[in-house]
């Protein structure tokens, strides 16, 4: 019996990870096809439905920031350090394969470029800015004491819109160069 527990299980959690590496495959296709475009509207739609249909399955982290913010919290109990490593490779990988999907079949076009800045550390300091603003709104939705509305709808949709804010501070912008 101990041995279908523990298939069952493995099988799951396989399950789960590969559902949060699609779920990361899927956001980044669409933030990739919409943000460069200016349809603010279609990516908050989209990530919002997302949310609402991963929010059980997988928690709908859908990045590693957010990831370690859930590893280090002090009720460590709750999410796994090595289940929270499995996840943060996974979406980096879905991340990856969403970007090169966006652009080779939809011509994305992006920011992103390999010629060396000046001003790099703007960049960086863009990037952490985005990714506080991410997880502190994420942490105080997941968290009861601290949640804005008990109603998921709304919960939802203020973490669609903190992703949207931490990735505009973060790769928008008027440098757009992070």
């Known amino acids: 019996m101990a041995r279908h527990e523990f298939i069952t299980t493995l099988i799951e959690s396989i399950m789960i990870l590969l559902f949060e590496m699609i779920g990361t495959f899927l956001l980044t296709s669409l933030y990739q096809s919409c943000i460069p ?3 603010f509207g279609s990516f908050l739609v989209g990530f919002f439905i997302l949310l609402i249909f991963s929010a059980r399955i ?8 957010v990831t370690l913010a859930f590893m280090l919290r002090k009720d ?3 999410f796994n350090r090595w289940i929270g490593l499995a996840y943060m490779c996974f979406q980096t ?3 990856f394969c969403g970007a090169l999907f966006a652009y080779y079949i939809f011509g994305a076009k992006s920011n992103l470029s390999v010629e060396p800045k000046d001003d790099w550390y703007l960049y960086m300091c863009q990037i952490i800015i985005g990714s506080y603003v991410l997880v502190f709104m994420y942490l105080s939705q997941t968290e009861t004491s601290t949640k804005l509305s008990n109603d998921p709808a709304i919960t939802t949709l203020i973490v669609a819109c903190s992703y949207i804010v931490a990735m505009l501070i973060g790769c928008g912008g008027a440098s757009g160069g992070a």
Do not use: V
């Not at 997988?58 to 920031?65: E, I, L, T, V």
């Open 76 to 78: 460590t109990g709750r």
């Open 93 to 95: 990988l879905g991340g």
């Open 58 to 65: 997988s928690g709908s982290h859908y990045n590693p920031c």
């Open 37 to 39: 475009y200016g349809r």
